[in-house]
């Protein structure tokens, strides 16, 4: 197929964790697709997770700010994308207490940016009978924007928003942004929540891969509090499995929770991961958890996240493929196995990749 007849698909924030499998898994499944992965490469956009596929003909890196709006205009209107599944934003809960106003810039405002450039195109390429259904903006978020619950329950897609952090109120704001302009403007969009991921290409300042890096170095495991909050994982190709269902089937308008159905404490998490550490690494049992170091509790730390994922399941067909062991397991092979990606993302060696080598306009 010619590249200029594909569908137009603009991925952002695909040089990060979930972006890049979610790129891989597009530009691998969908060879009708063009593939645009636009990502700032802040610290956490490394397009080294995505060598496997940077020379498939079917994809493309833009290096570009979502909080641009000239800029992202212009590659709008340059591009004509079809469809757009949102990813770009900063992530990382901590980084939001230090720097609330830069979670405030990239999520709310690159989001809306990126809605406005849609519209643009979108409304006007289709103002005679309003029929724009060949396009969809797909905005990717997290189960944070429920807050955080008690002993029971889950979050529902009914469930109200209560932020606490910074970070998760940027991607609730966001969030009602991209409804409102279903709601004003008829956009179709499409929201997911999803629970907390894990998996290769994960940067090693959450909690599974610094684990994973700090067990392997012998330095200490910091473990926010008692360890006693309690977090909802999934595997980070199961999310990717999951936007592409929703992505394709999905009801435009509606709201889909993705979750694992895998409630850890940290603390038993980190347990479990000690565990698997000492047997890949040979060490006596016990050995790692003695690196286990309880430190100072995150402010506004929530007690616990749980997703109920029904409505995807049931709708949409989606299931989780891997119980927690198994993935968990898979995970601390990977980072094994990669230790020249995890060397250069602790070296900061990553952000010459794109200077350096590979570069496609
Ligand atoms: P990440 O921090 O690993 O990656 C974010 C990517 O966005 C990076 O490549 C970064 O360079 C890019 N980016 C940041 N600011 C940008 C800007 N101004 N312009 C263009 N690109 C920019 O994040 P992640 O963990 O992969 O999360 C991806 C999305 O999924 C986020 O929207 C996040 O809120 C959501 N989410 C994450 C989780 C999780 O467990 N990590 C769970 C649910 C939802
Ligand atoms: P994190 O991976 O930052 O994800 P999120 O805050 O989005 O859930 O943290 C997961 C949990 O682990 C959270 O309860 C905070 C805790 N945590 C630690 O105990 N120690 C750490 O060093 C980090 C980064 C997190």
Redesign the pocket.
């Known amino acids: 197929m010619n590249p200029s007849t594909k569908k137009k698909l603009l991925i952002?924030?695909?040089?990060?964790?979930?972006?890049s499998h979610v790129v891989r898994l597009f530009v691998n499944k969908y060879p009708e697709y063009q593939v645009f992965n636009?990502?700032?490469?802040?610290y956490?956009?490394?397009l080294e997770n995505l060598r496997d596929i940077e020379k498939k003909p079917n994809y493309q890196f833009v290096k570009?700010?979502?909080?641009d709006a000239e800029f992202i205009g212009s590659l709008f209107n340059t591009h004509q994308f079809d469809a757009v599944i949102?990813?770009?934003?900063?992530?990382?809960v901590d980084r939001s207490i230090s720097n609330p106003l830069e979670f405030v810039v990239?999520?709310v405002l690159?989001t809306v940016n990126l809605l406005n450039a849609a519209r643009q195109i979108w409304l006007k390429s289709n103002s005679v009978n309003g029929d724009i259904s060949s396009h969809m903006f797909y905005h990717?978020?997290?189960?944070e924007v429920y807050g955080s619950l008690g002993e029971t329950g889950l979050f529902t897609e009914e469930t109200k928003y209560d932020p606490h952090s910074p970070y998760s109120a940027s991607?609730a704001s966001s969030d009602h942004f991209v409804r409102a302009y279903h709601d004003t403007y008829r956009l179709p969009v499409l929201i997911s929540?999803?629970?907390?991921?894990y998996g290769s290409f994960?940067?090693p300042e959450?909690l599974i891969p610094l684990a994973i890096h700090n067990i392997k170095n012998n330095l200490p495991i910091p473990v926010y509090g008692k360890g006693e909050n309690i977090r909802d994982w999934l595997f980070v190709e199961d999310?990717a499995r999951a936007i592409d269902v929703i992505f394709h089937k999905g009801k435009t308008g509606e709201t889909y929770n993705i979750g694992g159905n895998n409630e850890w404490t940290n603390i038993d998490l980190i347990r479990l991961l000690c565990q698997i550490m000492d047997e890949k690494l040979n060490r006596e049992d016990g050995e790692s958890a003695k690196l286990i170091t309880f430190v100072k509790d995150r402010a506004g730390h929530d007690l616990r996240y749980a997703i109920d994922s029904s409505k995807l399941q049931r709708e949409l067909g989606w299931q989780p493929s891997l119980i927690f062991e198994e993935g968990l397991e898979k995970t601390v092979e990977w980072y094994l196995a990669n230790e020249e990606w995890l060397n250069h993302v602790t070296s900061g060696a990553y952000q010459k990749y794109y200077e350096g080598q590979y570069v496609k306009r």
């Open positions: 952002t924030g695909g040089a990060g964790f979930i972006g636009l990502d700032k490469l802040t956490a956009g490394n570009g700010d979502i909080t949102h990813l770009a934003a900063e992530s990382h990239t999520n690159g990717v978020s997290t189960d991607k929540n999803c629970s907390n991921n994960h940067f959450k999310h």
